[in-house]
């Protein structure tokens, strides 16, 4: 077992290397204090002293130790150094009389072999009219504060680079945030117009280009959500399928551009009149289909004649010509009165609109009670609607 003395000013190293001495069956003495290290070493006579050469740079440590070591044997010096120092600290070593130095950072089983290298030399007393090379040291100690203050120098150029490095890299950085966010908000920009295109697009597909109103394909998907409510519910549903009289003798006499006018205006008139949970569609040709939710046959009848009376009302010009008066002939069937599906509520109110054209046309018909009972209704298609 030796006694060894740990000059070092930080604590964490002598914290570090005290441990594994002391692992080892070493006895440690540590300070951070070169006057408390002289008296240490006069009144404990350490056997070895491993002391930081930065430190010695600083304060001249190294020749105060050996100073205060030359009445009898003095202890083995470790110098520890920096990897980039060791050229001038083995000088230094060389002309202290050192034997032993160390590059930092080291292995712990690399300072305990220089430890037990150490230990196994003799000790030799040296007498007191032995003068050290004084001038030899410092100039050393002088060479190793030189290669420090270039070493300082070096890592603050390097600091200075890295911070520029690091200001370009921020820059850069900010601009590609930049980009990336402007990047971000087009794509943005893109799906939501990529959407609204898609929902115009699906609404587009649900709608009658001319009249605006919804067309035959959502007519089927609207007409069956009601009637499920309307089972659920036990409510009343009426349907009303619509036609305007003579429409062919409109186009034959004032051309296709003038019938085009009379849909839109009739189906505009309507669509006034309509609530917001009904729905009135286009069927095909100049046929219109209205589903009208929680309505009892009476008020179904009342819409009924209200489009009726209202569009022989409509005063429509078209190139300077008055085209009209025009008439609507109507078919009408309730659910459940009528039929359950469907599919059956229409066949039953375009039975009902087949007999308002029988009929005379320019009137309202609810006919028979179910689709068995719509036979009744003569089905001959007129030769003009």
Known sequence: MATILLVDERDANRTVLAALLRQNGHRLLETADPAEAKEILRTERP?????????????????????????GPGPRFI???????????????????????????????????????????????????????????ENRLSAISESLRRHVAQLEETSGKLERRAIECTDQLETARAALKEEVSKRLVAEEDLTQ???RLHEQAMRDPLTGLYNRRYLMDFFE????????????????????????RVNDTFGHAAGDAVLSAVAKYMLS????????????????????????AEAVMQRAETFREGTRSLDIVHDGQRIGPVTLSIGISMFPDHAASSEALLQVADVALYRAKRSGRDQVVICGESPAVADSCSRTVPEER
């Not at 069927?283 to 929680?294: M, S, T």
């Open 47 to 71: 056997d070895v002293v491993v002391t930081d050469v930065l430190m010695a740079a600083m304060n001249g440590f190294p020749l105060a130790l050996l100073r205060a070591g030359r009445d």
């Open 79 to 137: 110098l520890s150094a920096p990897k980039y120092l060791m050229a001038e600290t083995r000088r230094l070593a060389q002309s202290s009389g050192v034997s032993h130095v160390i590059a930092k950072p080291f292995e712990p089983r690399e300072l305990l072999e220089l430890v037990s290298t150490a230990m196994s030399e003799p000790l030799h007393a040296q007498s007191g009219t032995e003068v050290l090379d004084e001038t030899s040291i």
């Open 197 to 199: 295109a898609n929902r």
């Open 225 to 248: 959500r009601e009637l499920h409510r309307a089972r659920r519910g036990g409510e009343r549903l009426g349907v009303m399928m619509i036609d305007i009289d003579h429409f062919k």
């Open 273 to 296: 009149l309509v609530r917001g949970e009904d729905m009135l569609c286009r069927y095909g040709g100049e046929e219109f289909v209205l589903v009208q939710a929680k309505a009892s």
